[in-house]
């Protein structure tokens, strides 16, 4: 199996930076459009446990735009083949001192685009 194929993981870097900047401006379709429209898509969040590509879409539609705003670190993206990757990141917000968040997500190549398969998302003391 072919690691980080050159073309391949620019692509998944572009969908990433993609759902990062729709998450700064809450910008809840592309969000919804980065996630796979799929029943056997997950998202485990900070405070929430979502199954499927509809629950997802409500938790997004229903959430605050306030203190979305983030910086981003050591963000890890590795492709595997020419039709799966993982992106990891730390994330630091204004509004959680003390605090450091992570993301994983698993991406994989539709015949529409990049999705994301599954997400997690957690906070943990900054250490």
């Known amino acids: 199996m072919d690691i980080n194929l050159p073309d391949v993981k620019t692509e998944v870097e572009a969908a990433f930076a993609r759902y990062e900047t729709a998450l700064m401006s809450n910008d809840v379709d592309t969000l919804q459009a980065l996630f796979w429209d799929s029943p056997h898509t997950i998202r485990y969040g900070i405070g929430e446990n979502l199954y499927g590509h509809h629950e997802i879409g409500a938790f997004r539609a229903a959430?605050?735009?306030a203190g979305l705003a983030r910086t981003i670190?050591?963000?890890?993206i590795t492709t595997?083949?020419?039709d799966s990757a993982?992106?990891?990141?730390?994330?630091?917000r204004e509004t959680?001192?003390?605090k450091v968040g992570r993301q994983m997500?698993?991406?994989v190549r539709m015949p529409a685009g990049w999705r994301i398969v599954?997400?997690?998302v957690s906070v943990i003391d900054n250490r």
């Open 105 to 107: 997500q698993t991406w």
């Open 63 to 65: 959430r605050s735009p």
């Open 73 to 76: 670190s050591r963000t890890v």
């Open 118 to 120: 599954a997400a997690h």
């Open 96 to 98: 959680v001192p003390g």
């Open 80 to 82: 595997y083949g020419r």
């Open 86 to 92: 993982t992106a990891s990141t730390l994330f630091h």
